[in-house]
């Protein structure tokens, strides 16, 4: 069974910018959380999605913006990009009925802010 | 959610047992323990869970002493390959209406040396 999947790999965007990123969970996984890594505040929850419905969201400017689609794949966006948002931005995914701590990371994708 | 302290950095030499405590004083009654693996530019990976005593599986043990106010994460004869991030989180894995929001300290920086 494939695991997740997230594009892009890679991004470089500009001050004021807008981005969004891509996750696609593990097949027959409907719960999809995003997480943002940087080194100096480690990994942050942003929001969770299930059956394209936010469940809960992290403590995150209105910037970040995420929807889930009724196939699962979620999309997350951050308007107005700052230097600050440059991170490594993670996508789980987990089976309803499973416990939360059983979730599955994909690569991530790293998103430099110039 | 109970507060977990770990040492920041292990180093270790290939094919010795390395074990990295966790502290958490403040563990609920209902807690579990889980650990998780990060390799560099990659998702965590869930790698044990146990709510007490002994739990092992292909890739690690995890011990949890009576009080289970500590935990160790016990990984036989390393490799290069097991350098990576441990993170230890404590809470509740139900999965029903919860939020699936994990919180992750800094985790433990373990390098194997050759």
């Known amino acids: 069974k494939a695991g997740v999947t997230q594009t892009p790999r890679y991004l470089i965007k500009t001050r004021g910018q807008q981005v969004t990123l891509s996750c696609s969970p593990i097949?027959?996984?409907?719960?999809v959380s995003w997480y943002q890594q940087t080194p100096g505040q480690g990994l942050q929850f942003l929001f969770e999605y299930f059956s394209e419905t936010q469940r809960n969201k992290g403590n995150f400017p209105g910037r970040f913006s995420g929807r889930q689609f009724s196939n699962s794949r979620s999309e997350m966006n951050v308007s107005t990009l700052e230097l600050g948002d440059s991170a490594l931005y993670l996508c789980?995914?987990?089976?309803?009925?499973?416990?939360?701590?059983?979730?599955?990371f994909g690569p991530g994708t790293r998103l430099t802010v110039t | 959610l109970a507060k977990t302290t770990q040492p920041i950095s292990m180093d270790s030499y290939e094919g010795q047992e390395v074990n990295i405590t966790c502290s958490h004083n403040n563990i609920a009654t209902n807690d579990y323990i889980t650990w998780y693996q990060q390799f560099p530019s990659q998702g965590p990976r869930f790698i044990i869970q146990?709510?007490?005593t002994k739990v092992t599986n292909e890739v690690a043990s995890l011990f949890i002493p009576a009080d289970r106010k500590s935990s160790t994460l016990s990984l036989p004869r390393v490799s290069l390959s097991d350098t990576a991030v441990y993170y230890c989180?404590?809470?509740?894995?139900?999965?029903?209406?919860?939020?699936?929001?994990?919180?992750f300290g800094s985790g433990t920086q373990l390098t194997v040396l050759p």
């Open positions: 989180l404590v809470g509740v894995p139900i999965s029903s209406g919860s939020a699936r929001q994990l919180t």
């Open positions: 097949s027959g996984h409907r719960s």
């Open positions: 789980a995914s987990s089976l309803k009925g499973q416990g939360i701590y059983e979730q599955y």
């Open positions: 146990g709510y007490k």
